[in-house]
């Protein structure tokens, strides 16, 4: 019998992590399935994901309608939903987190996304989730904007661990690393541990590919850039510039000063691959899975994408394919009249008007189930 392609992914160094949570998937043990099955090693969540779950569906339906006895607002009784799962799904992968020493087993809750320009209200925010969910494995999700960066130095330094979301461009990547490696030096300066402390970076990945390639068939279309160069170009820079993220990574986590505070047994802060489902149907529904695979990484993939995976999946280490062409590519773009730089700016503004949107969704959806709302 072949063995599970997702099982192979995680034996190489690459973790799977689910992107989804929902209760139908606690309660029906079908989540506690796949992690004694050992396909998938973590969650993420996000507004997006919870929106889908509590406003898309009837699951909590029930829940919502029993919260009597006490005023709720919208936004505590979606708290008390999104906690109690948060909780139980850190209860089904605590055995991950014993056994890998810390390394996988998390469970990722966002800070609201209307705080993702306001580095003092985040960092209150994350600790005060922290210790309301009261697990060892819980990562609290920041968004790497350039007014939270002060915010993920603050948690690391707190010793809350972090999943820094919403990364498109290499060098607000290295920012985070810079962010994570000060906030392990603070901590060691005050006499505190830092082997404990677990950070991943979230690099979205399709969703660069979606802008591009839209404005490679605007520009074919309207006759500005020769079809060769559309074909050629298009469904390129997502894998090219996570490839080179990758690189950063690598790079960052060999220098002088990583040394030394890993002499103290800090651990690296491993990129995670985002965003990692086709949203292009020309492209192969694992695409982007087989084109990252990468030692001391994880890929957090939604349903379909581990389903697919778990039926067709390829493993192989292919993270260092095409470095050349991955360094060739911005200027190739460049040439044909698009900067990533722009692109990847776009896409954090867009990033975090999503999921701000996605949150106030959700909360209308919220309030309308409460009883005793208009």
Known sequence: MTENPLVLLNRMGQSVWYDNIRRGLL???????????????????????FENAIARSGEYDS???????????PEQAYERLAL????????IFRPVWE????????ISLEVSPTLANNPSATIR???????????????????????????????????IPVNV???????????????????????????????????VASFFVSRVDTLVDRLLDQMSSEGSIPEEAHRSLRGKAAIANTRLAYQ????????????????????????????????????????????????????????ATVAA?????????????????????????????IAMEQVTYQLELEGVQAFQKSYESLLAAVKERLPGQD
Not at 139 to 149: D, F, V, W
Request: glycine share 10%; with cysteine; aromatic share 8%.
């Open 248 to 303: 950063a990574f690598s790079e960052f986590f060999r220098g002088p000063r990583w040394l030394k505070v890993s002499s103290y047994g800090a651990r690296i802060q491993r990129p995670l691959w985002a965003s990692t489902s086709t949203k292009d149907p020309a492209y192969p529904d694992t695409y982007y899975v087989e084109a990252l695979i990468a030692n001391d990484s994880v890929n957090t993939m939604p349903p």
């Open 125 to 159: 925010e994350a600790v005060r989730l922290f210790q309301a969910v009261g697990k060892p494995n819980l990562m609290m999700k920041i968004p790497g904007t350039s007014a939270c960066l002060d915010a993920i130095r603050q948690a690391i330094g707190e010793g």
């Open 27 to 49: 309660e029906s043990g079908e989540m506690e399935r796949m992690v004694r099955a050992g396909e998938i090693r973590g969650v993420t969540s996000n507004p997006t994901i």
């Open 165 to 199: 979301t919403l990364l498109f461009s290499v060098e607000r990547y290295r920012m985070v690393m810079e962010a994570y490696l000060t906030g392990l030096e603070e901590r060691l300066a005050r006499g505190l541990r830092i082997d404990r402390v677990a950070s």
């Open 99 to 106: 056994e890998s020493g810390g390394v996988d087993g998390y």
């Open 84 to 91: 109690e799962d948060i909780r139980a799904a850190a209860d």
């Open 309 to 337: 995976y778990r039926d067709h999946g390829n493993p192989a280490l292919r993270i260092g394919d095409d470095l050349e062409q991955a360094r060739a590519l911005s200027g190739m773009l460049t040439k044909a009249g």
């Open 63 to 73: 829940a919502i309608r029993g919260l009597t006895g006490k005023a709720y607002t």
